[in-house]
């Protein structure tokens, strides 16, 4: 296994099996396809350990992301695979797909977790199911639900998040919108501009809230920085009106629509919904929606750097093993990142060192002269 990671993390053109085992030093990929396909771990146990990891190297108050990615793949006999959307490009391929959370902090972005999404031409298929390892108690379960399993097993576990944040096909999910309520989550999540908005006066089109919303309502702002620097977009927030018959205690949290427009076509809009803690504003609200792309920017440096799309197994189990083990490869980057970047700030707020022969011991001022060197010829009193 270490040998594994140590070849997902080298600069080996690709991470496939031969390359990997010709990293590590092996005479053949075949110890290294007997520790996906054969020998005895619990890749969720070693899932568990990254995800505690990534939280103790990137600290509290972070994001919970959810996102789905897939895996272009020829044939038919890896678990899962079929034609399918393979991502925000709509495009639709033969793949398998994946659903995912990443924790961000101020510190970095991590992938902390994994789920592998079989549709039901599989999961009714015995002799597919067979041929694929795919265990009897394995059953069909949609994106959302392989979701909200992904999320309750996060909070479960103790991750220090304090929001979490989806893009609008989880965000349309009423379920998963209220999942992050119970423990007390902020939540912010993108739902399409038909999404429909219940009031005491009937229903309401997201897209016709926004219309209506006054010049001054909107501000500009940055959600963060991108690869060209800070991501600048027009915001707009409201919040709902707090249901006073049926939620009569001072509430916590407050529900609020949220909506982005360009600068470069003010036509494009994009909405959000929102749960979050009293006292929060539209400047927070932004941050936490343009956080959403920290996982784009984990699926791009996994895939890149730590072979997260290059396996070659077709099995139920080896497709969770290789995955597990590209996470903690994908974590361990990220934590070296993080500590370089902690030292960087440390040194550049590092004091410079006086010159000055007077210090402050106490509530008095004292002498500290420097020693001359040893062939200085200064004489006198020191």
């Given at each position: 296994m270490r040998d594994y990671v140590r070849g997902l993390l080298a600069p080996a053109g690709r991470k496939n099996g031969w390359q990997l085992a010709e990293w590590a030093g092996h005479r053949d990929p075949a110890g290294l396809q007997h520790l996906?396909?054969?020998?005895?771990?619990?890749?969720?146990?070693?899932?568990?350990?990254?995800?505690?990891?990534v939280a103790e190297r990137l600290g509290p108050g972070g994001v919970l992301i959810i996102d789905d990615t897939g895996f272009v793949k020829k044939g038919t006999a890896s678990a899962g695979v079929g034609r399918q959307c393979t991502g925000p490009s709509g495009k639709i391929d033969?793949?398998?797909i994946g659903v995912f959370a990443a924790y961000a902090t101020g510190?970095?972005?991590?992938?902390?977790?994994?789920?592998?999404?079989?549709?039901?031409?599989?999961?009714?298929?015995?002799?597919?199911?067979?041929?694929?390892?795919?265990?009897?108690?394995?059953?069909?379960?949609?994106?959302?639900?392989?979701?909200?399993?992904?999320?309750?097993?996060?909070?479960?576990?103790g991750l220090p998040a304090a929001w979490v944040t989806a893009d609008e096909a989880h965000g349309q999910d009423w379920n998963f919108r209220?999942?992050?309520?119970?423990p007390g989550l902020g939540c912010?999540?993108?739902?399409?501009k038909s999404q429909q908005i219940k009031s005491l006066a009937g229903f309401w089109r997201i897209d016709q809230l926004v219309d209506e919303a006054p010049a001054d309502a909107?501000?500009?702002?940055?959600?963060?920085?991108?690869a060209k620097g800070p991501r600048v977009h027009d915001w707009a927030a409201a919040r709902l009106p707090t249901n006073i018959v049926f939620d009569p205690d001072p509430p916590?949290?407050?529900?609020?629509?949220?909506?982005?427009?360009?600068?470069?076509?003010?036509?494009?809009?994009?909405?959000?919904?929102?749960?979050?803690p009293v006292g929060v504003g539209l400047p927070e609200l932004a941050r936490i929606a343009g956080s959403r792309w920290a996982i784009e920017e984990c699926f791009q440096a996994a895939k890149n750097e730590c072979g997260l799309d290059e396996y070659e197994v077709r099995r139920y189990v080896g497709w969770?093993?290789?995955?597990?083990?590209?996470?903690?490869?994908?974590?361990?980057?990220?934590?070296?990142?993080?500590?370089?970047?902690?030292?960087?700030?440390?040194?550049?707020?590092r004091p410079a060192p006086s010159l000055s022969p007077w210090r402050r011991s106490g509530g008095s001022w004292t002498l500290s002269c420097p020693t001359p060197a040893p062939n200085s010829t200064a004489t006198g009193m020191h």
């Amino acid at each position: 296994m270490r040998d594994y990671v140590r070849g997902l993390l080298a600069p080996a053109g690709r991470k496939n099996g031969w390359q990997l085992a010709e990293w590590a030093g092996h005479r053949d990929p075949a110890g290294l396809q007997h520790l996906l396909n054969g020998a005895r771990w619990d890749a969720d146990a070693v899932r568990d350990h990254v995800r505690a990891y990534v939280a103790e190297r990137l600290g509290p108050g972070g994001v919970l992301i959810i996102d789905d990615t897939g895996f272009v793949k020829k044939g038919t006999a890896s678990a899962g695979v079929g034609r399918q959307c393979t991502g925000p490009s709509g495009k639709i391929d033969n793949c398998q797909i994946g659903v995912f959370a990443a924790y961000a902090t101020g510190r970095g972005r991590a992938l902390v977790d994994r789920e592998l999404y079989l549709p039901k031409a599989w999961t009714s298929d015995r002799d597919r199911r067979r041929a694929a390892k795919i265990p009897d108690e394995r059953l069909f379960a949609t994106k959302g639900e392989l979701a909200r399993d992904i999320v309750c097993r996060c909070v479960a576990a103790g991750l220090p998040a304090a929001w979490v944040t989806a893009d609008e096909a989880h965000g349309q999910d009423w379920n998963f919108r209220r999942l992050p309520e119970q423990p007390g989550l902020g939540c912010v999540v993108a739902v399409p501009k038909s999404q429909q908005i219940k009031s005491l006066a009937g229903f309401w089109r997201i897209d016709q809230l926004v219309d209506e919303a006054p010049a001054d309502a909107w501000q500009r702002l940055s959600c963060g920085d991108g690869a060209k620097g800070p991501r600048v977009h027009d915001w707009a927030a409201a919040r709902l009106p707090t249901n006073i018959v049926f939620d009569p205690d001072p509430p916590t949290h407050h529900r609020w629509v949220l909506a982005r427009r360009s600068l470069s076509d003010p036509s494009e809009v994009a909405y959000c919904l929102a749960h979050a803690p009293v006292g929060v504003g539209l400047p927070e609200l932004a941050r936490i929606a343009g956080s959403r792309w920290a996982i784009e920017e984990c699926f791009q440096a996994a895939k890149n750097e730590c072979g997260l799309d290059e396996y070659e197994v077709r099995r139920y189990v080896g497709w969770y093993r290789h995955i597990t083990l590209a996470l903690l490869a994908h974590a361990f980057l990220t934590a070296l990142a993080a500590q370089a970047s902690h030292r960087e700030t440390a040194e550049t707020n590092r004091p410079a060192p006086s010159l000055s022969p007077w210090r402050r011991s106490g509530g008095s001022w004292t002498l500290s002269c420097p020693t001359p060197a040893p062939n200085s010829t200064a004489t006198g009193m020191h």
